[in-house]
């Protein structure tokens, strides 16, 4: 199947916890770009339930109320499972043209995992990031070499073409 640039929505997730003291949420934003090449980022957000509230209110003013409300949006999610959900969600509902939601930044010419897409585009793909996770990516690159060649046989962006012969 051939997929354009336009029809892929990446999924880029960060999260600090274990990096910066007392961190423990985890973040989303889908990326995409329309025809005339411009970025489109949507960040996720989820309302905060009675729970969210006591607890950051609690947390994050020292045991004084910080005016955190129930409804009121936040970017802070608990889990990174949590994240992908939401984007599928986000994925359906605001990029309707899309067939394609990968995980990872379209800033990266490395193998990303599809989340969601057509099985003939998917499959592939997800095979070909588990074989180069299997050999540590370009820790192996020879074997990584026939891998990128096989990607790039399915991969339709080919603005993101890099081998790792011109390197040399």
């Known amino acids: 199947m051939k997929v354009k640039k336009s029809e892929i929505v990446f999924l880029k997730i960060n ?13 989303g934003v889908l990326r995409s770009y329309d025809e005339r090449h411009n970025r489109i980022d949507t960040e996720l957000q989820r309302k905060m339930t009675a729970q969210d509230v006591v607890h950051l209110n609690k947390k994050r003013g020292m ?23 939401k984007a599928k969600r986000v994925f359906r509902r605001h990029f309707p043209r899309a067939k394609v939601l990968m995980l990872g930044d379209a800033g990266t010419a ?34 990584m070499q026939i ?22």
């Open 63 to 85: 045991g004084h109320d910080c005016g955190y409300k129930v409804g009121e949006f936040t970017t802070c999610f608990y889990t990174r499972r949590s994240v992908i959900e």
């Open 15 to 27: 999260c600090w916890e274990g990096v910066s003291v007392g961190a423990e949420h985890w973040y």
């Open 110 to 143: 490395q193998q990303q995992p599809v989340i969601v897409g057509p099985k003939d585009f998917k499959e592939p793909i997800n095979k070909l990031v588990k074989e180069a996770e299997k050999i540590n990516w370009w820790d192996n690159e020879e074997e």
């Open 147 to 168: 891998l990128w060649d096989k990607w790039q046989k399915i991969w339709p962006l080919k603005y993101n073409v890099f081998s790792q012969k011109n390197k040399k």
